[in-house]
């Protein structure tokens, strides 16, 4: 018996090992999932640490502020936030106004030059910076959900600042664009809206930038990151990410809106911006335009683009 024992004694050490090495195999597993996984969270709830440089972003828009006449503005919201933005006027008086919303994760210096596009439309400007985004309060961004009752508070500002009965209008590029679904879609108030390169649904966006970013992880292992991505923003900073999604409100919205996008947009999928159009019932309209890569529709075919809206503005009798 003893003999049987010692020849099995060097099997018996072989599977210990095997299981030890297995053991550590996964915990080496888990632990470059948690990794990955907590990267990932951070870099969709965008820190304050990777907005632009306070100094330059205040000089940018003071610049910005000078050039263009404009007043600056804070609004606080209902959380106990401070938004800080712009006013730019196109002519003393003015009996119109845009609120123009920047993407996730920028802030309003990208319409720096834009913002001459409605002027021309003869539209008074509201530039501001979303939270946790340029100078405005806040560590983390929400895709939307906090974001849309901001714009709320935005709106409510700008009419103060408006003559009574100025017709009213919001301007959303990508993730803006977004927000401004999710705030009409919630029974935010505005005469038109204009909703460029917008998702449909944040988590199904972040999955296809996992896709197209990160295609070293195995498909089979890209739905569950998000899921672990996902729960971690929510345990992380109390975002629950997978409520951010227009297509829930877009059914919701009552205001005449203008959808737009372009063939040529790999980050956000034009059919996601689509979409959007085909599940609104408020009255619509859908221009795919055949140049310019995300969000750059107007950088590409500015002529065609500012026609597109004028017909769009001009058939609701807000501009001649």
Same mark, same amino acid.
């Given at each position: 018996?003893?003999?049987?024992?010692?020849?099995?004694?060097?099997?018996?050490?072989?599977?210990?090992?095997?299981?030890?090495?297995?053991?550590?195999?996964?915990?080496?597993?888990?632990?470059?999932?948690?990794?990955?996984?907590?990267?990932?969270?951070?870099?969709?709830?965008?820190?304050?640490?990777?907005?632009?440089?306070?100094?330059?972003?205040?000089?940018?828009?003071?610049?910005?502020?000078?050039?263009?006449?404009?007043?600056?503005?804070?609004?606080?919201?209902?959380?106990?936030?401070?938004?800080?933005?712009?006013?730019?006027?196109?002519?003393?008086?003015?009996?119109?106004?845009?609120?123009?919303?920047?993407?996730?994760?920028?802030?309003?210096?990208?319409?720096?030059?834009?913002?001459?596009?409605?002027?021309?439309?003869?539209?008074?400007?509201?530039?501001?910076?979303?939270?946790? =985004? !340029?100078?405005?309060?806040? %560590?983390?961004?929400? #895709? &939307?959900?906090?974001? +849309?009752? @901001?714009?709320?508070? /935005?709106?409510?500002?700008?009419?103060?600042?408006?003559?009574?009965?100025?017709?009213?209008?919001?301007?959303?590029? =990508? !993730?803006?664009?977004?927000? %401004?679904?999710?705030? #009409? &879609?919630?029974?935010? +108030?505005? @005469?038109?809206?204009? /909703?460029?390169?917008?998702?449909?649904?944040?988590?199904?966006?972040?999955?296809?930038?996992?896709?197209?970013?990160?295609?070293?992880?195995?498909?089979?292992?890209?739905?569950?990151?998000?899921?672990?991505?996902?729960?971690?923003?929510?345990?992380?900073?109390?975002?629950?990410?997978?409520?951010?999604?227009?297509?829930?409100?877009?059914?919701?919205?009552?205001?005449?809106?203008?959808?737009?996008?372009?063939?040529?947009?790999?980050?956000?999928?034009?059919?996601?911006?689509?979409?959007?159009?085909?599940?609104?019932?408020?009255?619509?309209?859908?221009?795919?335009?055949?140049?310019?890569?995300?969000?750059?529709?107007?950088?590409?075919?500015?002529?065609?683009?500012?026609?597109?809206?004028?017909?769009?503005?001009?058939?609701?009798?807000?501009?001649?």
């Amino acid at each position: 018996m003893s003999g049987v024992g010692a020849r099995r004694h060097p099997a018996a050490r072989f599977a210990r090992r095997a299981a030890h090495i297995a053991i550590a195999g996964l915990l080496l597993f888990a632990l470059a999932w948690a990794a990955a996984a907590w990267f990932f969270s951070t870099l969709v709830a965008q820190p304050a640490w990777r907005r632009p440089d306070p100094v330059a972003h205040a000089q940018a828009v003071e610049a910005l502020r000078q050039s263009s006449f404009g007043a600056a503005f804070e609004v606080r919201t209902d959380d106990g936030l401070t938004l800080r933005g712009l006013h730019l006027p196109a002519r003393p008086g003015n009996d119109r106004f845009v609120v123009m919303l920047h993407g996730y994760g920028g802030n309003l210096r990208e319409y720096e030059t834009q913002h001459a596009f409605w002027h021309e439309l003869g539209f008074d400007v509201f530039l501001y910076d979303q939270r946790g =985004s !340029g100078a405005s309060d806040g %560590a983390f961004l929400s #895709a &939307g959900l906090h974001e +849309a009752p @901001d714009l709320g508070a /935005v709106i409510a500002a700008a009419r103060r600042r408006m003559p009574d009965g100025a017709r009213e209008g919001v301007y959303g590029r =990508s !993730g803006g664009g977004a927000t %401004a679904v999710m705030y #009409a &879609g919630q029974g935010g +108030a505005a @005469d038109f809206l204009v /909703v460029d390169s917008a998702f449909d649904s944040f988590p199904e966006q972040l999955l296809d930038r996992l896709q197209v970013e990160h295609g070293y992880l195995p498909t089979p292992l890209h739905r569950p990151m998000l899921a672990t991505t996902l729960w971690l923003v929510q345990w992380r900073f109390g975002i629950d990410l997978a409520r951010a999604e227009p297509r829930r409100h877009v059914a919701g919205i009552r205001s005449p809106v203008l959808f737009v996008t372009s063939t040529a947009d790999d980050y956000v999928r034009p059919a996601m911006t689509a979409a959007l159009h085909d599940a609104a019932t408020a009255p619509k309209r859908l221009r795919v335009f055949p140049l310019g890569g995300h969000g750059a529709a107007l950088q590409a075919q500015p002529e065609a683009y500012r026609e597109e809206v004028r017909r769009f503005l001009h058939d609701l009798a807000v501009v001649q």
